[in-house]
């Protein structure tokens, strides 16, 4: 079934300990999204990637990093974890090349825990 | 920066009975997405407006977008169980091109 793979589903980390989010996409969508959820807060953009080989930066991008080597691959790392980073994290497609200008398509999170 | 505000942030319902939910941006947009989230899930894609006072239905959901492209609202008549979840709105400012997505409205309904 074509969409966003997502992994790990949940994770228990320490504070000050590196950690990468993975993100796969089998749509062949232009743009992938990282939004963060937080009750009461809704989904805030943390980072983008209109097309393989460009990023940029949403709402709430300090403390994480995005590359996009490739069309289908967009991991999110956190350099050095933080309790306030404790959150469920969605990676989201869309075909559009322009961030708004088409349908998002969410993978099923993953939970993060920073102790 | 734009913002997106939704109300109300959580309402409890007979089923039966209607919910509204409604959002506000602070400047115009030129799109708006609404999605559908259960719990424990993620975010589903409903319907996209983009035509000034666009009115569209789903079902027994119907979708607003306001005169002045700043507001839209969803509104579902009958609630059934299966309507629970968080509804969120998402908009695309004219002068940008960045979707925002509203603080969403968690729907729950009583049997």
């Known amino acids: 079934i074509a969409g966003i793979t997502q992994a790990p589903t949940s994770q228990i980390l320490a504070a000050g300990r590196r950690m990468t989010l993975r993100c796969t996409q089998d749509?062949?969508?232009?743009?992938m999204y990282w939004y963060r959820q937080d009750l009461g807060l809704g989904l805030r953009l943390i980072h983008y990637s209109n097309t393989a080989g460009t990023t940029g930066k949403g709402e709430v991008p300090d403390g994480y990093s995005v590359s996009r080597a490739n069309t289908d691959d967009f991991p999110l790392t956190l350099a050095s974890a933080v309790p306030s980073q404790t959150s469920v994290y969605f990676c989201a497609s869309s075909p559009a090349r322009v961030p708004g200008a088409n349908v998002l398509t969410f993978g099923a999170g993953s939970r993060l825990t920073v102790l | 920066g734009q913002q997106v505000m939704q109300i109300p942030q959580y309402q409890h319902v007979q089923e039966g009975e209607d919910f509204t939910t409604y959002c506000n941006s602070s400047t115009t947009l030129s799109n708006i997405q609404w999605y559908k989230q259960r719990p424990g899930g993620h975010p589903v894609f409903l319907i996209q407006l983009v035509k000034s006072g666009e009115v569209k239905k789903q079902k027994r959901l119907t979708f607003q977008f306001g005169e002045a492209k700043k507001n839209s609202s969803l509104h579902i008549t009958a609630t059934q169980t299966t309507d629970v979840g968080t509804y969120f709105c998402?908009?695309?400012?004219?002068?940008?091109?960045?979707?925002?997505f509203g603080g969403g409205t968690r729907l729950m309904v009583k049997p």
């Open positions: 749509m062949r969508h232009n743009a």
């Open positions: 998402a908009g695309t400012p004219n002068a940008g091109n960045m979707l925002t």
